[in-house]
């Protein structure tokens, strides 16, 4: 499954310097949804914008750009949404659906900067009473940069950090320091009372969970450091300089010592938050230390593990079982010419990094979660070399199952896309020159789509000593297009699941085939059936989320946020998780009244809270 060197250019989209204006032509009603809420104007009827004299291409490209358009507004309180079609069940449980991600993307000065590196941006749907009214509301995180870089006197911004992914056209470029810019827009947790944004390179910020007012920065790790379990011993040259490179990584650049992941996860089982913190100076040594908590449901720490593997690995989303923490590991390595660059301000700080694709395999680290000796006599620095070169972008859950004989098999589902296509400062088509975002990178060439993010599933089996037996990977249910963004039921976290969903591209529209998504997919693990719920005509979708109602697995509904472009409206829609792939499968749709929200659903990363 090694992919193969190729170019993205699926159809040839216009110059961004030569582009008109998208006028939006008037709007011409089409057909009305069955049974769907959503969030709408005045007018209940859902209709989309046809373009019939344009051509597609330069449609899809401004459609792309609509995506990631900066929102310069927040709300003043709540707002109530209105039922564009359908009905929020009477059985759909009480609580609020948080979204963070970022929001500002270009600022008044010039500079347009990557979207990973926006401003956070939380929205909140609180769904309560028992006519399930749901209410709207979104507010900026008030980071210090965001503080630094917005007057909320004159509403202007101004960007001052680069960011790690961005260039500043209008900003300072040679000397400028300031590339830690905690924009606190990854993901959003609520545990132990407390409601968090967080970022991959720094510490969470804490937001009031009624008002989104932020309260300020969290040090999660304070009073942690007495804790202290697994790693290993000793010290190396590595140790050395990891030593010489602190000060001046914090020092100068600003970054703390030790960078949480913004994935978190969540077991069901123990009612426990488990989180990872890397330390900084590994982002350009080859080793890794990852620094692994476990909090219990009143945010105090009941476990704190520490493992050092010598390899130069990165990490944004892992996993656990019953007995181990799982890290499917990205190999990099040190570019020295992107070095050059970043450190001259004329290219994003992470091109110092690239995807090393000097091996034709994927490791994967499975560390001892409660004992080193879970599996036998195991080393756990050893990875097990998944038999293709994947990057890994997202899990979707990982189990265990250990038969009479102490034999293990743990599988993994996930979303993964190949060495060659990812790329770290190009990705969305990100180009800080001409401001616009390239849809081509994206999108790829008829027969090249298994390069890009697509459902998989690894197995991996174990004797009782911890040999490795067999390690094979293959498509999640032979399902091959491309999807990301993998979501179950949370209480199946951990534990063996039937059930998994996530975006996907449906490849209707040959002028953007394979992203942005259009389509959810329902995957039945054991019978290998796929099912989908697909949008109108210009309509994109973000994360799904899956939100429990009963016993069975799939008793539930799925949340997700459906963006339509030619209006430039956001959408709350209700799925029944059970009916994914009938024709009423969709019950209720909502949509805000009279404001536009121009915001990236791209991105977003989830929470509900009952």
């Known amino acids: 499954m090694q992919a193969k060197p190729f170019h993205a250019v699926p159809v040839k989209f216009p110059s961004p310097t030569k582009l008109p204006l998208l006028q939006k032509p008037p709007a011409v009603p089409e057909k009305v949804l069955s049974r769907a809420i959503s969030i709408s104007t005045p007018d209940t009827r859902v209709s989309d914008v046809s373009t019939p004299n344009l051509d597609d291409s330069l449609v899809a490209f401004w459609d792309y750009q609509f995506l990631f358009m900066s929102q310069r507004s927040e709300t003043d309180g709540s707002i109530a949404l209105r039922v564009v079609d359908g009905a929020i069940p009477v059985d759909f449980p009480s609580g609020t659906y948080f979204l963070a991600g970022p929001g500002l993307f270009s600022d008044d ?4 900067v990557h979207p990973l590196d926006g401003h956070g941006y939380l929205r909140a749907f609180a769904i309560n009473g028992p006519g399930k009214e749901v209410k709207f509301s979104a507010r900026y995180v008030k980071t210090e940069a965001q503080l630094e870089e917005h007057d909320p006197m004159t509403r202007g911004w101004r960007f001052t950090y680069r960011g790690p992914f961005s260039v500043l056209k209008g900003g300072k470029k040679v000397g400028n320091r300031k ?18 944004c967080l970022w991959e390179g720094g510490d969470p910020y804490e937001i009031e969970s009624g008002t989104l007012d932020t309260i300020g920065r969290l040090d999660m790790m304070e009073g942690c450091d007495s804790l202290h379990e697994g790693g290993s011993p000793g010290g190396d040259a590595w140790d050395l300089a990891a ?22 996860k969540i077991d069901a089982k123990r009612n426990r938050l488990l989180m990872m913190w890397c330390n900084a100076e590994d982002m350009l040594l080859p080793r890794s230390n990852f620094t692994i908590y476990e909090f219990d449901s009143k945010m105090k720490v009941v476990q704190r593990k520490e493992f050092k593997i010598p390899d130069h690995l990165m990490i944004h989303d892992w996993a656990f079982t019953d007995s181990h923490y799982v890290l499917f590991s990205n190999r990099i390595k040190l570019d020295i010419l992107g070095s050059m660059g970043a450190l001259s301000g004329l290219s994003p700080m992470i091109s110092a990094l690239s995807a090393n694709p000097s091996k034709p395999t994927s490791p994967i680290y499975l ?8 599996t036998g006599n195991r080393d756990w620095r050893v990875p097990i070399e998944v038999p293709s070169q994947l990057w890994l972008i997202h899990v979707g859950n990982a189990y265990e199952e250990r038969d009479e004989r102490g034999n293990f098999n743990i599988q993994i589902h996930a979303s993964a896309c190949s060495y060659q296509w990812f790329n770290f400062h190009k990705m969305f088509g990100y180009d800080w020159q001409s401001r616009k975002l390239d849809p081509c990178v994206m999108n790829v060439q008829q027969g090249q789509e298994e390069s890009l993010p697509h459902l998989i599933q690894v197995s991996i089996n174990l004797d009782a000593n911890g040999t490795s037996n067999n390690c094979s990977v293959e498509p999640l249910n032979q399902w091959n297009k491309p999807s990301d963004f993998p979501s179950i039921n949370p209480s199946s976290s951990g534990t063996k699941n039937t059930y998994m969903y996530a975006a996907a591209a449906s490849g209707s529209r040959s002028t953007l085939p394979h992203f942005p998504f259009d389509t959810i997919v329902k995957v039945n693990v054991p019978n290998k059936s796929t099912h989908r719920w697909s949008t109108g005509t210009r309509r994109f979708i973000g994360e799904p989320i899956f939100v429990p109602k009963g016993i069975e697995e799939d008793d539930g509904y799925l949340l997700v946020v459906e963006y339509a472009v030619s209006i430039q409206r956001c959408y709350l829609v209700v799925l029944d998780a059970k009916r994914i792939g009938e024709i009423d499968a969709l019950v209720a749709r909502k949509n805000k009244i009279n404001i536009k929200l121009k915001v990236s659903i791209m991105v977003y990363e989830f929470s509900f809270i009952v």
Not at 179 to 196: F, I, P, Q
Not at 245 to 252: A, M, N, S, W
Not at 367 to 374: K, Q
């Open 109 to 112: 000065h010039g500079s347009t």
């Open 179 to 196: 590339v830690m810019k905690n924009v606190a827009n990854t993901s959003v947790l609520k545990w132990g009372g407390r409601l968090m």
């Open 243 to 264: 030593a010489a490179l602190k000060p001046i990584l914090h020092g100068v650049f600003k970054m703390p010592e030790k960078r949480p992941l913004s994935h978190y």
């Open 367 to 374: 560390l001892p979660r409660f004992s080193d000796d879970v």
